[in-house]
């Protein structure tokens, strides 16, 4: 049975000493968040993850959701009372605004606190996880009426949220979509259509399920111009808040799928449900982009996720299975063998994965932090340019820490030899787990071109450029720290690779957009390597900082900081140099060989 113990000490080093969370009292929220509110919150996440989730992500693999004749489906034993305890204690309304029933502190502390879930028990983590996303898309796309009605029973945990974009024949391209929204005298409108692929589409956890859907108002122009979003409710509300009856929304089936199995991935038919539109006609995608943003980030951190808990049952293998002798002679000569972890192999592969997470969980708190900046400062300028930082970085963390986060889970398997790819030690789970975060929400191949022929261009470049001069002047700023120049000088040869790279496109690919097309995903982990070499500088001189003042109980981990930072920036940071290489060979063997030779 694999193990899990979150990694409270790390979040609090990043929170206090990296980031300096201490210095945002100015805004809404987070006087409310002291230390020791802090440190309550995390110790009481820890233990539910670790108690709680963790025992049943192995039931709800082996069990699944099942779908009844009727249509109901039920989720595996242990999750509605784990639900139920999620539900009670007000884990959901964190950081909801406390007039809908939250608790108004900063949405960095959920993201602590999710990642802590979702490394417990991915599969349940995600009926939560796309409760906060409906609820910022109603708070900020809703009307008063829609969000009274609605918000205070998803933050309280009673009803749950969703997302219904995909179609059978529309995926990536929601240009297509058909589902369809008829108007109605009383400002309603009957939604028919079906969805697929929807990711809590139907569960026995809460009362009602709200669900977020994209149709198309009769009469609305084609394509993604001729997009709504409604709100709809699973069972109809009466004006007094109180459940009606059956609005027209019904699970068809279930997917049978490689992972997640907990989680139930719904088809859902809407015949004539009742829903009211949320913003304005024809601008849902833009509406439904708020919850598509905060899922982004929510699955770039499970990427994250998976590869800790991977890396922690990998650690744990290591010091136990006894195989060969070190290099150098035998380490344990009491024993038959050593363990695997003298080996320089098995020791690359958890400091790769040790060397990512480490920075990746830097760069997910980097981010809310950003968040929150974005949403509760008053200073106009402060939100725009965290609100650019967020907007350039979101299909970083969603394709790289998902990518990365994949590839770590099957090296920690391979930590276990065979012995990780039978079920019993539950690598292979992490592995089918880890995989669907690659690929929903926008594949990550659409979050390269995202990255490319989006971010990089919009108002000007004005995000890409306070990136690139931030990181500058972090470096510029400490060229006399003699103990950061070993960290700092990868750094720099990595920005200026990001930088040819960005300069290629902009003279190569405007033109020839393959030459775009052929190189996003490459600029996308080009991009990702130097935002989490960035991270890990800041580490590496927290670190010094706190060793130079006495780190006390906390000299070993610091120094590991130092060794683990150090492994990045010479191990896995110059793989920016290929990226850059395949980016300018651009697009002329990619797209050589005509269809028919393939
Ligand atoms: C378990 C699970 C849960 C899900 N949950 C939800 C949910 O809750 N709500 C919801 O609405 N959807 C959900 N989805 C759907 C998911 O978001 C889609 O599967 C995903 O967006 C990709 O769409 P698709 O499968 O149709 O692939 P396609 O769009 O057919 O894409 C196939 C491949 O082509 C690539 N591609 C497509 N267009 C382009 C292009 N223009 N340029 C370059 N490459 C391109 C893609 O990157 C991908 O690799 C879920 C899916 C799964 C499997």
Same mark, same amino acid.
């Given at each position: ?264 991935t719904c088809v859902m038919n809407y015949d004539g449900a009742t829903g009211w539109l949320v913003g304005e006609a024809n601008r849902g995608l833009n509406a439904m982009f708020t919850m598509m943003n905060d899922a982004r980030l929510g699955v770039g951190l499970q990427g994250l996720a998976l590869s800790e808990v991977a890396y922690q049952n990998a650690v744990t293998y ?111 789970? /992490?592995?089918?787990? *880890?995989?669907? $975060?690659?690929?929903?929400? %926008? +594949? ?6 995202? =990255?490319? &022929? ?50 290629? /496109?902009?003279?190569? *690919?405007?033109? $020839?957009?393959?030459?775009? %097309? +052929? ?6 982990? =080009?991009? &990702? ?57 651009? $697009?002329?063997?990619?797209? %050589? ?6």
């Open positions: 049975m694999p193990t899990y113990k979150a990694p409270v000490d790390d979040v609090q080093f990043l929170l206090y000493d990296v980031l300096h969370f201490e210095r945002y009292d100015n805004l809404p929220g987070f006087t409310d968040a002291s230390p020791d509110v802090v440190n309550a919150i995390l110790g009481e996440a820890a233990k539910f993850s670790e108690e709680v989730l963790a025992p049943l992500n192995r039931v709800g693999d082996l069990e699944g959701c099942k779908r009844h004749e009727d249509g109901r489906v039920t989720t595996p034993k242990g999750f509605k009372e784990a639900y139920r305890k999620l539900r009670d204690g007000g884990w959901l309304g964190l950081s909801a605004p406390a007039e809908y029933g939250g608790q108004g502190l900063p949405a960095t502390l959920s993201a602590c606190v999710n990642e802590f879930v979702i490394s417990a028990n991915m599969a349940f983590a995600m009926y939560s996880g796309l409760v906060q996303g409906a609820v910022a898309a109603l708070l900020t796309h809703g009307d008063d009426t829609q969000k009274q009605r609605f918000v205070p029973k998803m933050v309280a945990g009673e009803w749950a949220g969703t997302m219904n974009l995909t179609e059978a024949h529309c995926g990536t391209d929601l240009g297509l979509l058909r589902s369809k929204a008829v108007p109605q005298p009383d400002g309603s409108y009957k939604i028919t259509g079906t969805k697929i692929f929807i990711s809590g589409g139907e569960q026995d956890l809460t009362d009602n399920i709200i669900h977020l859907v994209l149709a198309r108002i009769e009469g609305a122009p084609p394509g993604t111009k001729g997009i709504s979003l409604f709100v709809v409710p699973k069972v109809s509300i009466k004006p007094d808040g109180m459940l009606a009856g059956p609005n027209g929304v019904s699970c068809g089936s279930i997917e049978h799928k490689m992972g997640i199995h907990g989680n139930s290591a010091k136990d299975r006894l195989q060969g002798r070190a290099l150098t002679g035998p380490k344990f000569p009491d024993k038959p063998a050593d363990p695997i972890i003298v080996h320089p192999d098995i020791r690359r592969t958890l400091m790769s994965i040790r060397a990512f997470n480490e920075a990746a969980r830097a760069l997910v708190l980097w981010i809310a932090l950003n968040g929150d900046v974005a949403h509760r400062s008053d200073d106009a300028k402060a939100r725009q340019a965290s609100d650019d930082l967020r907007g350039l970085l979101t299909p970083v963390v969603k394709g790289v820490l998902t990518d990365t986060g994949f590839a770590n889970t099957v090296a920690a398997q391979q930590v276990f030899g065979g012995h990780g790819y039978i079920a019993e030690h539950g690598m292979e789970q /992490f592995v089918r787990d *880890a995989r669907i $975060a690659m690929i929903y929400e %926008g +594949a990550n191949g659409i979050q390269g071109l995202d =990255l490319v &022929g989006r971010k990089l261009g919009k108002d000007g470049g004005r995000a890409v450029m306070a990136f690139f001069a931030e990181v500058q002047s972090y470096i510029k700023e400490r060229v006399e720290n003699e103990a950061l120049n070993p960290y700092l000088k990868p750094l720099g040869q990595a920005l200026a690779h990001l930088q040819q790279a960005t300069m290629w /496109f902009m003279q190569n *690919a405007i033109k $020839a957009p393959d030459n775009a %097309g +052929a190189g996003s995903t490459d600029y996308m982990h =080009l991009f &990702g390597l130097v935002a989490l070499g960035y991270m890990w500088c800041r580490i590496v001189e927290a670190a010094n900082a706190k060793l130079a003042n006495g780190a006390g109980g906390d000299a070993d981990r610091m120094n590991a900081k130092l060794v683990t930072g150090r492994f990045f920036v010479e191990r896995m940071l110059p793989e920016t140099a290929t990226h850059l290489a395949r980016i300018q060979a651009g $697009a002329t063997t990619t797209m %050589g060989l005509p269809v028919e030779a393939f």
